[in-house]
C-alpha cells in the first residue's frame, strides 16, 4: 500500500514538472515572439525617416501669425511639375484662335494679336494706346471720338476732305485726308488726357470677359486635374498643422519630397500664401522644414487673373 502511494506521489511530482517545463517554454517562446516582432518595427523606424514643420504667415507690415488647421501634403513630385503634366489633358485656351473667331476689324485684331490681350479696358490699356493705334484701328477711332465729342470744335482736327472728291478728284482727296490724319496724330499726342476714358465707348465690344470666363473654367478644371493627379501617383502622407501651426509626416522613406498645399491658402491680412516646398528626408533623421512669406510658392500663372 505504502508503495502504491510512493509511486502515485512520483507520478504527481513528475507531471507537475513537466507542466512547469511546459509553462517555461511557453514563456520563452512568448518573449521570443515579441522580439521578432519589436525588431522589424525598430528597424523600420531606424530604415525611415520623420518630417517635422511650423508653417507661419505674415501680413504686409506685420507680425508671423501660424497657419492653423490647414492641410498639408507630402507629395513625391512638385505640385508645379504634377499641374505642368496635367495641363497635357487639360490645354489652355488658345488665345489667338479666340481672336481670330472675334467678329471685330481686321486692324484690332491685329493689335490684339501683337499685344497678347483682349483686355479693351481700363487705364492700362489707354495708357497703353499710341496715336496711331487709335487713329488706324476704326473701333478705337470711333471710341475716341465719341469721348471727344464735347471737344468738337475747341482746336478739334475738322476733316476738309469731302466724299464726292473720291472720285472726281482722288488726288485731293487723299492729300486732304492724309492732312486730316497728321492733325489728329498731332492733336492727340498733345493732349493723353484726351485718350483717358475713351474705354467707357467700347464696353459692348470688349471681348475679355468671355475671355476671362473662359481661363476661369479652363483653371478650375486644371485644379481639380491636378489635384487628382497627385491623389493617385504622387501624395506620400497629409496631415493638417495643430492651432501652433506645427505638423509632421512620420515613417517616411528616404528621397526627395515636397510639402505642398491643394485648393487653400494661408491668409493673413492682404497676404495669401501657399508652398511647394523641395526637402530630402534622410535615413533615421528629423527634417525640420519652418515654412514662412520668404520660401512660398509664386502663384502659379493659370491661376492667376489673366491680364489679357
Do not use: C
Not at 266 to 272: P, Q
Amino acid at each position: 500500500m505504502r508503495n502504491r502511494f510512493q509511486r502515485v506521489r512520483g507520478a504527481v511530482h513528475f507531471a507537475m514538472s513537466i507542466m512547469k517545463t511546459e509553462s517555461s517554454l511557453r514563456a520563452v517562446a512568448l518573449f521570443i515572439g515579441s522580439l521578432m516582432i519589436a525588431l522589424p518595427v525598430h528597424l523600420a523606424a531606424q530604415s525611415t525617416g520623420r518630417v517635422e514643420f511650423v508653417a507661419v504667415v505674415a501680413p504686409t507690415g506685420g507680425q508671423p501669425e501660424p497657419v492653423r488647421q490647414l492641410r498639408f501634403y507630402l507629395l513625391r513630385k512638385s505640385i508645379e511639375d504634377i499641374r505642368k503634366e496635367a495641363l497635357q489633358t487639360a490645354p489652355a485656351p488658345d488665345l489667338d484662335k479666340f481672336i481670330d473667331a472675334l467678329d471685330v476689324s481686321p486692324e484690332l485684331k491685329t493689335w490684339m494679336q501683337k499685344h497678347q490681350s483682349v483686355r479693351l479696358s481700363g487705364a492700362q490699356f489707354t495708357k497703353s494706346l499710341t496715336p496711331a493705334d487709335i487713329v488706324d484701328i476704326p473701333e478705337f477711332f470711333k471710341a475716341y471720338m465719341a469721348h471727344n465729342e464735347a471737344y468738337r470744335g475747341a482746336g478739334f482736327p475738322e476733316p476738309k476732305f469731302k466724299e464726292k472728291d473720291r472720285k472726281a478728284n482722288p488726288e485731293k482727296y487723299d492729300d486732304q485726308k492724309e492732312e486730316y490724319k497728321a492733325a489728329l496724330l498731332k492733336f492727340i499726342g498733345g493732349a493723353p488726357d484726351r485718350v483717358a476714358g475713351m474705354d467707357l465707348e467700347l464696353v459692348d465690344l470688349n471681348p475679355y470677359p468671355r475671355w476671362a470666363a473662359l481661363e476661369g473654367k479652363q483653371s478650375q478644371m486644371l485644379e481639380a486635374r491636378t489635384f487628382r493627379l497627385a491623389e493617385e501617383r504622387y501624395v506620400v502622407a497629409r496631415t493638417n498643422t495643430d492651432l501652433e501651426g506645427h505638423g509632421a509626416f512620420s515613417g517616411v522613406a528616404p528621397g526627395k519630397y515636397w510639402i505642398g498645399m491643394f485648393g487653400a491658402e494661408a491668409i493673413s491680412g492682404d497676404v495669401h500664401l501657399h508652398w511647394d516646398f523641395p526637402l530630402t528626408v534622410r535615413q533615421g533623421e528629423t527634417a525640420s522644414i519652418e515654412l514662412s512669406n520668404l520660401n512660398a510658392a509664386r502663384p502659379n500663372t493659370t491661376a492667376q487673373n489673366s491680364n489679357n
